[in-house]
């Protein structure tokens, strides 16, 4: 059931996309809109890939490169 | 007299009108300072199941980070744009349960190190055909670790701009120095320099799809594909078992990682941001977690603004998982490293971020500061407060 509903809410959120233009794109170029980790958020990731068992998926480390799991 | 005088005025039209078509396509193809960061973290740690231990002890902990990126462009004679970035890390920490690798020792060489981490990338974005192909070089080292990385990556962008498919491959060959709990070193093997190093490869495939939903909305679907084998466990990881006896930790030599997740980002008016995040983890050592992040960027100003952001993290323990004194010796595989249990974590924090117009304090190429602290509390009780400071230069 819930795999009907991810497909649903996915078909319907490709079904809305508009075709936005270079010049209409002014919020989505904008700095805090940036679709991955911040900057600043680097150190966080790390501390969180160290303490947590799960990584990756985030555009950042999937494991390995340093002593964590 | 009037026909040559117009004929003239036409051609000089013309040339002109030419000059300013040929000045539109000149690209300098000198090499830019795209932007230059500064992020300074401080990290303090604190609970009471460090896997050095045995799953018993402290795990106070304290690291300051500092990384410097260096991003630069130029264009090519075709016209493609190169994209260069240098980056250079060192992390100095302070570990009170690294120090327990001889538990008679009140201050030893494992209580603090250092991690420098220096890494290159290059990528070539073809702007006409919205591609880009590029690849990276990292290196990491540390006492007891050593990693060097590479990755290659190809991005694609749809026909009209707003989706953009990209695919990464990354390695990493690093190694592990053999340091045993004090303890469990043979008398003729005390000296933790001859204990040699074993491999750690990981190999990892990532692919995300970034769409464009509307002028206000645009989201991003990601998945990683992660193969490890070699030495996965740390060697100075002390395991008691429930007869008392002391062992090494022991883990499988493999691990199969399969994280996918889900990014939204929502412009609401002209002062909130919503930034959503969703991952869904599992592997093969029987770990499965969930991570849900929201982060609501305000803008006070178009130059100011504050970000509150809460982010919560479940997980389900690995099967070879158990507390002090809880293995025994049919068990094949074994740790006790509380990173591994099953626990949630709340996360939260907030940010302030400041990029005014002239420049931060009127320095017109220092273009944004911010700061931010999160505070982490995990249900085994550890906790941690981190705060972190960027400086960006344009």
């Known amino acids: ?69 | 007299m009037k026909k040559v005088f117009l004929s003239a005025c036409t051609l000089l039209s013309l040339m002109k009108l030419q000059a300013q078509q040929k000045d539109s396509a000149f690209v300098p193809r000198k090499l830019h300072i795209d932007e230059i960061n500064l992020v300074s973290s401080y990290y303090h740690q604190d609970g009471n199941n460090s896997a050095v231990t045995g799953g018993i002890g402290t795990e106070k902990l304290t690291d300051i980070a500092n990384v410097l990126d260096i991003k630069l462009f130029r264009y090519d004679r075709k016209g493609r744009k190169n994209n260069f970035g240098l980056e250079m890390g060192i992390d100095h920490y302070t570990s009170a349960s690294s120090d327990k690798i001889d538990l008679k020792a009140n201050s030893s060489a494992s209580s603090a190190d250092t991690r420098f981490y220096p890494s290159v990338n290059w990528s070539r974005e073809n702007e006409t055909k919205g591609s880009t192909f590029g690849g990276g070089l990292s290196f990491s080292n540390e006492f007891d670790y050593q990693s060097i990385g590479v990755n290659v990556l190809y991005a694609q962008k749809t026909r009209n701009r707003n989706g953009e498919f990209t695919a990464r491959l990354q390695a990493y060959l690093d190694k592990v120095k053999m340091i045993a709990p004090y303890e469990l070193r043979s008398p003729s093997n005390e000296d933790v320099e001859d204990e040699g190093w074993k491999n750690r490869n990981s190999y990892s495939g990532s692919f995300s799809w970034t769409q464009v939903i509307n002028r206000n909305l645009q989201v991003a679907v990601l998945a990683d594909v992660v193969q490890q084998n070699g030495y996965l466990g740390l060697p100075f990881h002390r395991v008691y078992f429930t007869d008392g006896s002391v062992h090494q930790e022991n883990l499988p030599d493999s691990r199969f990682k399969i994280p996918v997740g889900l990014r939204a980002n929502y412009f609401l008016g002209d002062r909130f941001i919503f930034r959503a995040y969703y991952r869904y983890y599992s592997d093969n050592w029987g770990l499965s977690a969930h991570t849900a992040d929201l982060e609501v960027p305000v803008k006070i100003s178009p130059f100011l603004s504050i970000s509150p952001f809460y982010r919560f993290y479940s997980q389900h323990a690995v099967k070879y998982f158990a507390p002090y004194g809880g293995h025994t010796g049919k068990d094949e595989y074994y740790t006790s490293n509380y990173d591994l249990s099953t626990f949630n974590s709340n996360f939260l924090g907030a940010g302030i971020r400041w990029a005014p117009v002239n420049g931060v304090f009127g320095w017109q190429h220092f273009h944004m500061i911010e700061l931010r602290y999160g505070h982490y509390d995990r249900t085994n009780g550890l906790n941690s407060n981190i705060v972190s400071l960027h400086l960006q230069y344009k």
């Not at chain 1, 996915?10 to 079904?15: N, Q, S």
């Open chain 1, 1 to 69: 059931m819930k795999y009907i509903l991810c497909a649903a809410c996915t078909g319907l959120l490709v079904a809305s996309c508009v075709n936005v233009k270079e010049y209409q794109k002014q919020k989505l170029n904008d700095s805090e809109m940036v679709l991955g980790n911040r900057k600043i958020q680097k150190t966080e990731t790390s501390f969180q890939v160290y303490r947590e068992g799960a990584s990756g998926a985030n555009g950042g480390k999937t494991g390995g490169g340093c002593g964590c799991n």
